[in-house]
Structures are given as C-alpha cells and as structure tokens.
C-alpha cells in the first residue's frame, strides 16, 4: 500500500492507492463475513468459517468495498462472483487502464461476456474515444478526415451539431470512472 499526502492550504489529505478490498458476505445468516485482498487471503479466511451452529460456510455474496474507481467499475461490469474471483484479481493486477475500459464497455454497454481464461480484452471490436460530447467528436471526425478533404473556409459552415445527431445513432456516451467516453460496439 502506497500513500500519496496531496497538499492543501488548511490540512495535508493523505490517499491511500490499493488493490482492491473486498468482502465476503455469507448467505448463512447466522454467520459473519469477513475482508479480502487476495484469493489467497479468501481462501484462508473461508477455510475455517463456521456458522453460529458450527457448521461449515460455503457461500458467499461478494462485495466491493474499496480501491480505484476504474477497479470498482471493473468488478460491477464483470459480475464478480465467488468463482471468478481470481480471475478479477488478475485482471486488476495486469490489465491495462484501456483493457479494463474496453472491457467495461464490452461487457456492460455493448452485451458482450467476459471470460478472463479465454477472451482477450483488446479482442473486442469497439471504437473509443475520451471526449465530452458526440460535438467534439464530429470536430474531431472533421480534423481527421472522415469526412473526406473539407477547405478550411468551408468548415465554417458546417453544422457540426447536426453531423453530432447524426453520429448518435451509431455512438454512445457513458462515464466511467469520473471520465465521459464515446463509444461504438462493432
């Protein structure tokens, strides 16, 4: 666990950057969860719960409690349960910032499923772009040439809120992580 102290003209914030911490609620009720950082750690910590009537727990409820925001987001979009637990760890732990997001938008926006064993996160044919505003990216579609070579003296008299409607019936917009994304699932 790192900390980061962010200066502040009346207090000094410090932030604590971690993987992410998660909790194991029973489905018995007679028993008490427990938190997580690792596969290891719920392995150990489940191994040896017992309910009220001393019986083994085996079912839990996975929860997200705590970490970055794109990891949070990541844990909602992949459904985590108590089998795939290992394979989220893994993706938090090697999958990029644009992996998680791509799968993000893969699998809660665009209806496809992930399987951490078998899909590749950088397989999934979607186009992605960090913008504010389906505005912006009709500008952007302008400067690049999408459509075709404009004269700098014409582009005035485009109707860029227009070609914006127009996109919005092939593009998207979501937030993810506190970031606006526009995006288009293939």
Same mark, same amino acid.
């Given at each position: 666990?790192?900390?980061?102290?962010?200066?502040?003209?009346?207090?000094?914030?410090?932030?604590?950057?971690?993987?992410?911490?998660?909790?194991?609620?029973?489905?018995? =009720?007679? +028993?008490? &969860?427990?938190?997580?950082? /690792?596969? *290891?750690?719920?392995? %150990?910590?489940?191994? $040896?719960?017992?309910?009220?009537?001393?019986?083994?727990?085996?079912?839990?409820?996975?929860?997200?409690?705590?970490?970055?925001?794109?990891?949070?987001?990541?844990?909602?979009?992949?459904?985590?349960?108590?089998?795939?637990?290992?394979?989220?760890?893994?993706?938090?732990?090697?999958?990029?910032?644009?992996?998680?997001?791509?799968? =993000?938008? +893969?699998? &809660?926006?665009?209806?496809? /499923?992930? *399987?951490?064993?078998? %899909?590749?996160?950088? $397989?999934?044919?979607?186009?992605?772009?960090?913008?504010?505003?389906?505005?912006?990216?009709?500008?952007?579609?302008?400067?690049?040439?999408?459509?075709?070579?404009?004269?700098?003296?014409?582009?005035?008299?485009?109707?860029?809120?227009?070609?914006?409607?127009?996109?919005?019936?092939?593009?998207?917009?979501?937030?993810?992580?506190?970031?606006?994304?526009?995006?288009?699932?293939?």
């Amino acid at each position: 666990m790192q900390k980061e102290t962010i200066p502040s003209h009346e207090f000094q914030l410090q932030i604590q950057t971690q993987e992410p911490l998660l909790y194991a609620q029973p489905y018995d =009720i007679s +028993a008490h &969860g427990f938190y997580f950082r /690792s596969l *290891d750690e719920f392995t %150990d910590k489940s191994s $040896g719960l017992l309910n009220q009537y001393g019986y083994p727990v085996e079912e839990f409820e996975i929860q997200f409690i705590g970490g970055d925001d794109l990891d949070c987001e990541l844990f909602g979009a992949l459904q985590i349960q108590q089998s795939t637990i290992d394979d989220y760890f893994n993706a938090c732990d090697y999958f990029s910032d644009d992996q998680k997001i791509r799968v =993000i938008l +893969a699998t &809660g926006e665009c209806g496809y /499923s992930f *399987d951490y064993s078998s %899909d590749d996160p950088d $397989g999934y044919d979607i186009d992605i772009y960090e913008l504010d505003s389906l505005h912006e990216l009709a500008e952007q579609f302008i400067e690049e040439g999408f459509f075709g070579e404009i004269p700098e003296n014409i582009r005035y008299y485009l109707d860029l809120d227009a070609m914006a409607r127009d996109l919005g019936m092939d593009y998207s917009e979501t937030t993810i992580a506190g970031k606006n994304y526009i995006f288009r699932c293939a």
